[in-house]
Each structure stands twice: as structure tokens, then as C-alpha cells.
């Protein structure tokens, strides 16, 4: 992607309190979510009414009844019913996804101001039955008569087929989870359980400061009766964390990741309203930061390389087009879809091998300030409804660079596939 043409930027975000699944958002699926977080921002920024360029809204899981869901979402959310939405996807990188398409339209010239959300349930999961009954059901459609209907309804007809199928983790061309291949990252960089439970308890520690100090007050909206994230746990320690039994590689005794130091299966749903300067000044609005850019990249996990490793080759790409450092961020907001996974990332960018043989630099990335990682928590405390992170991420990065007046930001996010979004934001 070159070089953005005109400045875009982001207004703000909102978002609702992420919850475990099966619990208060149990029965609202992905069209509920939306449409409060979609509505919470027309009335935040004042849009009822108002025609934007573009919402772009995703769902990992969702119904095939939601393949609209982005542009129905809107019809009820205040904004005109002249808004264009499209229903996007890509795992965990969904929403900052959906920030590069309205970014890059913002920034073309094709629209002055759009919204880039997401939401995911594990709660309200589409279940679907086996090939076998699929393809009878539709024989049975396809047949004439009523004769013809019953003879392939019964014909060899076995109740199993009634079994249901939920969706699944697995990577389908692995048959992995993705716990399972950062199992195999952690072994392969070395990195052990304490390191990434103290990475845990510190985004639970700085997660409750950030509530704490009203921090969330204007990002996050009550939903449900829900005032605030419910992975959120203020009084976990390491030992209690240590105690964990490890969730993914139960058999070998060298497993690392347990359920405290691996986001859970999540509900909840993010938006941001992104614009030109114009657009935001005709409004009275002001712009928190700019979305400067953004790089995306894959990786050829299916043949040894790390699943979650991708941002590690989008960020040197990133930097190199701005002639910026690794060093050169006041904020570094990387997804904690595991703690393994940002330790590796870290552990990586350090490695003078790697960043030399597979990112072909000179010299490695080298390390970033601790203090300045995730400084109000991530996924680990937060949740992860996997759709929705990227806007969250957004939100957040974008207040931290107002209020601290000017700076940069590099957001990291990891996604099934082998993939990695990538992005930085300035003021």
C-alpha cells in the first residue's frame, strides 16, 4: 500500500464490556452487538441521520443468515438508511481490517468519513449437520414428487445423520488448534510458562488500573447490565495462575499454555469512526490520531513456520516504507491472543538469525521498552471476540495518543490462517 494521500483520522471508538460466552450476551448474537455498539456511535459523535462513505462490519462466526450483517446492523442504528455496509472477515485482524478499507477510501478521495467495526459470539454458534444429510435434504428438494421425496428421505437413512456440527478451532489445513501451534512456537523460541504468566498478571494488573482511572469511562458502554469486561480479574496472582493445569499440550509434560495465559472464547463487538480533516472540521469533531498506515502479511505456517508469526514479517515492511525504527513508538499495542505469542513476536524481532534469514535485515529489530506495551492491558484481561479486537485496539491507541498530546502507536495483531494486520497511528 503506498503512502496514504490525505490525512485520515480517527474520531474515537466505542465499544461494549467483552464477555466470557454463555453468559449475559448468550442470546444476542452478532445483530444485537452491532447494532448497540453502531448506535453507541451515532450517538457519541452526533450522526443520526447521517450518510457516511462506508460501514464496514465483520463476524468470524456468524449465521448465514448475517452474510448482510454490516449493512442491516446500520439500517438500525440512527445512521441514514443511505449508508453503503459490507460484511467482511479475517479472523482475529477482522476490524483493523475494515480500518484499512475505510482509511484507504478516506484517503483516495472516494469517501470523507466511515466506520470500521466487528463482533463475534462463541455463544450464538451456527450448527449445521453432516454432508451426508445436507446433500439428502437436498436430493429431497430436488425431487418431483412425493413418491420420489419419501423414497430418498428413508433410503438408507441412518439417525446419525441427525447428529450436529458446531464449528470448529482447528486450522484445516493442520487440523491443529491454534493453542496447539503456539505450543509449538513456545517450544521453538524457548519461551517458558513463568514468562508468560507474569505476562498475564500484567494485563489484568494494568487493565484494572486503567478502570481504575476512568480510562474506559467514554470507550466502553453498558450492555446487558454489564459494566465492564468480564475476563477482568483483579485479584489473580501468579501463583494462582501457576496453578493452572495446561490446556492444549496435556500429555507431554512440557506444556506451557493454560487457560489463564490464553484469551477465552469471547462475545462482544467494537467500532470506530474514522474521517478526513474536513469532514471531522465541518462537524466540530476532533481528530484523537492519525491512521498513518498499515501492512498486512502471511506466512507458510502448513510447512513449519509459526502460525501466529506473520506480524513479525508486516512491521519490518511497515517500518522500512517510513524510514522508522522498532524503537520509534511511544505505544506498542500487540494482541495478546496468547502470551506465547507476544513473547515470541518480541523474542523474534531480537533475534539476529531471524530477523537476518527469513526478514532479510541487516541487523535485528532489537527490543522494545517493556513499560510501553499494552500499558492499559489487552486480550488476555479484555476478552477477545475475535472480530472485535482491531476496533478495540484502535480505540484505545487513539485515546492514549490524545491524551498524552502527540506520539506514535504500532498496533500487531495476529489471525488463524498465518496471517498478520498490522498498522500505526500518530498524533
Not at 448497540?36 to 457516511?52: P, S
Not at 467494537?270 to 466540530?284: C, I, K, S
Request: with cysteine.
Amino acid at each position: 500500500m503506498e503512502q496514504m494521500q490525505r490525512r485520515v483520522g480517527v474520531i474515537g471508538g466505542v465499544r461494549i464490556p467483552f464477555c466470557r460466552n454463555n453468559t449475559a450476551y448468550a442470546d444476542v448474537g452478532n445483530f444485537g452487538m452491532s447494532v448497540k455498539v453502531l448506535g453507541a456511535l451515532v450517538e457519541r459523535y452526533g450522526l443520526h441521520g447521517v450518510e457516511l462513505g462506508e460501514v464496514a462490519l465483520g463476524a468470524v462466526i456468524k449465521h448465514a443468515s448475517d452474510w448482510n450483517l454490516a449493512r442491516e446492523a446500520l439500517l438500525s442504528s440512527g445512521l441514514a438508511a443511505t449508508t453503503p455496509g459490507i460484511t467482511t472477515a479475517r479472523a482475529c485482524g477482522t476490524s483493523l481490517d475494515n480500518a484499512i478499507i475505510v482509511a484507504n477510501k478516506i484517503a483516495c478521495g472516494q469517501i470523507e468519513a466511515g466506520i470500521a467495526a466487528g463482533s463475534d459470539t462463541t455463544s450464538d454458534v451456527p450448527i449445521v449437520y453432516g454432508t451426508r444429510l445436507r446433500k439428502r435434504l437436498l436430493a429431497i428438494n430436488r425431487a418431483k414428487t412425493l413418491q420420489d421425496k419419501l423414497k430418498i428421505a428413508l433410503h438408507r437413512f441412518s439417525p446419525k445423520e441427525l447428529k450436529p456440527s458446531f464449528p470448529g478451532v482447528a486450522e484445516p489445513r493442520t487440523g491443529k488448534s491454534m493453542g496447539d501451534h503456539c505450543e509449538q512456537m513456545a517450544k521453538q523460541w524457548h519461551i517458558g510458562r513463568a514468562a508468560q504468566d507474569e505476562l498475564a498478571l500484567e494485563s489484568h494488573r494494568k487493565l484494572a488500573a486503567a478502570y481504575a482511572a476512568g480510562f474506559f469511562e467514554d470507550l466502553v458502554v453498558p450492555f446487558r447490565g454489564v459494566q465492564r469486561d468480564g475476563f477482568l480479574r483483579p485479584d489473580t496472582t501468579l501463583e494462582k495462575l501457576a496453578a493452572l493445569k495446561p490446556a492444549f499440550d496435556k500429555t507431554s509434560g512440557q506444556g506451557t499454555l493454560t487457560a489463564g495465559n490464553s484469551t477465552g472464547l469471547s462475545d462482544g463487538a467494537a467500532a470506530v469512526l474514522l474521517a478526513g480533516e474536513d469532514w471531522a472540521a465541518q462537524r466540530g469533531l476532533k481528530v484523537q490520531a492519525w491512521f498513518r498506515d498499515a501492512e498486512v502479511a502471511a506466512v507458510d505456517f502448513v510447512h513449519g513456520e509459526g502460525l501466529l508469526m506473520a506480524p513479525t514479517v508486516a512491521v519490518p515492511r511497515l517500518l522500512r516504507r517510513h524510514g522508522l525504527t522498532l524503537q520509534d513508538f511511544d505505544y506498542y499495542e500487540i494482541h495478546e491472543a496468547f502470551a506465547a505469542q507476544v513473547l515470541c513476536t518480541l523474542r523474534a524481532w531480537e533475534s539476529a538469525d531471524y530477523c537476518r534469514n527469513r526478514l532479510g535485515l541487516d541487523a535485528p529489530l532489537g527490543a522494545i521498552d517493556p513499560a510501553k506495551l499494552n500499558v492499559h492491558g489487552s486480550s488476555l484481561a479484555v476478552g477477545h471476540p475475535f472480530a472485535a479486537t482491531g476496533a478495540r485496539i484502535i480505540a484505545t491507541l487513539a485515546k492514549l495518543l490524545e491524551q498524552k498530546g502527540s506520539g506514535r502507536g504500532l498496533i500487531s495483531i495476529c489471525t488463524a490462517g498465518g496471517m498478520g494486520v498490522t498498522a500505526i497511528l500518530e498524533r
